[in-house]
Nanobody
Framework: QVQLVESGGGLVQAGGSLRLSCAAS????????LGWFRQAPGNKREFVAA????????RYADSAKGRFAISRDNAKNTVYLQVNSVQPEDAAVYYC????????????????????WGQGTQVTVSS
């Protein structure tokens, strides 16, 4: 079992940057593959980025390539999402998710593949 708590959201100006964090409880953080998803008002929740339990593999949605970077620090039980050149369409509630795996390199981009979810952090973009 793992509990996830996101932070780092808030109001950001278009063109700016922000870093979202997701802190996990428990001593088995390194056994989880992690992902970030987001949901804008009126839209379905969508995949943003994922990282393997070892951190050696990452995957991004097409909309996130080039501006987003996912990383993890297993010593701090934390996964990060760096967002650069923020755009108005990045406004959403951002969720981190985790799923246990024995594979060091496997990553997933579909919601139902994740067992644990945080409560989300709101990102608002001003233009």
């Amino acid at each position: 079992q793992v509990q996830l708590v996101e932070s780092g959201g808030g109001l950001v100006q278009a063109g700016g940057s922000l870093r979202l964090s997701c802190a996990a409880s428990g001593r088995t953080f390194s056994t989880y593959a992690l992902g970030w998803f987001r949901q804008a008002p009126g839209n379905k929740r969508e995949f943003v980025a994922a990282i393997s339990r070892s951190g050696s593999s990452t995957r991004y949605a097409d909309s996130a390539k080039g501006r987003f970077a996912i990383s993890r620090d297993n010593a701090k039980n934390t996964v990060y999402l760096q967002v650069n050149s923020v755009q108005p369409e990045d406004a959403a509630v951002y969720y981190c998710a985790a799923t246990g795996t024995s594979s060091g390199t496997a990553i997933w981009s579909i919601e139902y593949e994740y067992n644990y979810w945080g409560q989300g952090t709101q990102v608002t973009v001003s233009s």
